[in-house]
């Protein structure tokens, strides 16, 4: 591979390329047994740092916890997590065959939590569930392990606990086709219908808490649910009734850290790094700008793990992606246009090896190559988790305020034209 900069050590390749095929000296000519001319084909690494222009940053909150596809629940020293919820849809009516009939009372009722046994990591001992009434009302975009809404601070840190709706003890066994039971249900005890009437009044403020007390385990679920059963006016029946909790969210403690200079991908708001460059329009004598573009690649050199519990915990995806405005203009809001490449697996043991996560980005260099000769664009591409909502850990790369040999390259594969290359 040869780095630019090492001009010598290009024209001694690009000479070698070229009179490979013949022991007559290089300038020799016979016309009878001339060979052809042959092009050759060129690697080159170009870093960050010798570009004409390179910058990168992180930018997060895509998707935060009330928007995310899963909710945790731990009661480890590294993590505590609880969802928050209201279940602020509760009907007043029930269809009983053709007719909707005012509903008379409710009967009973259940915390259902549909869990992610494969992405859990599932307590070897029994836990305790417990599903709690809160004193005050919460903001699912703002709160935090620390407070409600914006501004507005728990009286205790996980949120304000006040009426205690029921408890069960929950073991992950085995059920009778070998499949890890996967729902876990808390009921609920005391006076239901008051409880369910005073939540449809309110549209279900101020909202619940499930709580997990046990020793070891994170459990990830899918949803949380409602499940009540209702007497129909003037009916014997009973009408099972099933609402999610809206608005929902969790709330976790530690807080995720904040990005610094390093790139990070996914976690929890989930991250991505944005990168805005330029190539030179040539390597010394050679013109890159009008060549054959055969490969093009970004490479980012993994840091080490992040601390528990931020770290990656199974393999994910992310792709390159091309920005269609300037990201240190727009931030967050940068339009997206058309993926580069194929998906790329992200695999924890992998980075924590130090192996480089490759992008392919082949087309844009070759849509590069074919630009006005009096210009050199800017080429703008971000690096995205697909899908973006499912990460609570993340991965941090180097970035070009790193040292030399820990820089994002650009990694070129190319056939210069000829023209460029013989008089």
Sequence with gaps: MIRRGGLTSLLVALVVALGACTEDPFLAVDSETAPGVSTPTIEVILEAGELPSWRDTTYWGFVVPNSASFSLLSDREELRARPLGRFSTIPDSVFVDTLRLAIDSFTAAEIRLSVDTALSELPTDSVQLAAWTLSRSFNAEEATWQRASEGEPWSTPGGDLETLLGVDTFSFEVDSLGAIIDTAVVRFEGNVDSLLTAWRDSEGEPGFAVVLSGPGGVLRTSLVSLVAQAVPEGRDTVVTIVRAALPGTFIFDPPTPQPTTRLRLAGLPAARYYLDFQLPDSLGFIQLRGSTINRATLEFRPTGA???????????????????????????????????????LLRPDSLASGNTMQYDITSLIRLWTLAPVDSLPHLRVGIVPIPENRQFGFWEFFSSEDGPGLRPVVHLLFTPNPSFLLP
């Design 306 to 344: 992040p601390a528990e519990p931020f770290d990656l915990k199974a393999d994910i995806a992310a792709q390159a992606v091309r920005l269609l405005a300037d990201p240190f203009v727009f931030g967050e809001k940068t339009p997206i246009g058309s993926p580069l490449g194929d998906l790329e």
